[in-house]
Nanobody, 124 residues
Framework: QVQLVESGGRLVQAGDSLRLSCTASGRSLNSNGMGWFRQAPEREREFVATSNWDGGRQYFADFVKGRFAISRDNTKNTVWLQMNSLSPEDTAVYFC?????????????????WGQGTQVTVSS
């Protein structure tokens, strides 16, 4: 059984940076695209960033505006989301997920494994 465990979320101030981690266990996800999504209170879960299987191709939501980076180390079965210049609008639970294929996707329906999420709170 595949498990994804996110970590790194916490309370930060506006303008701060934060790096979220997501580690997979159960089997290797080296051939899978990976993605990050978030869900703010009373809002739908939304796409944040995705990486293909080797990290060579990435795609970000428009609201990221160059502030976030996604990276992965397949030897560690881990993917990271580096978030810079955080604002209160970034407050949400952040989820990582594994794509059913190698390319990554912006669509939640393409993801077959999900973590439980990590809370990021940005104070003004």
């Amino acid at each position: 059984q595949v498990q994804l465990v996110e970590s790194g979320g916490r309370l930060v101030q506006a303008g701060d940076s934060l790096r979220l981690s997501c580690t997979a266990s159960g089997r290797s996800l080296n051939s899978n695209g990976m993605g990050w999504f978030r869900q703010a209170p009373e809002r739908e879960r939304e796409f944040v960033a995705t990486s293909n299987w080797d990290g060579g191709r990435q795609y970000f939501a428009d609201f990221v505006k160059g502030r976030f980076a996604i990276s992965r180390d397949n030897t560690k079965n881990t993917v990271w989301l580096q978030m810079n210049s955080l604002s209160p609008e970034d407050t949400a639970v952040y989820f990582c997920a594994a794509d059913k294929g190698p390319f990554g996707s912006t669509s939640q329906s393409d993801y077959i494994y999900w973590g439980q999420g990590t809370q990021v709170t940005v104070s003004s």
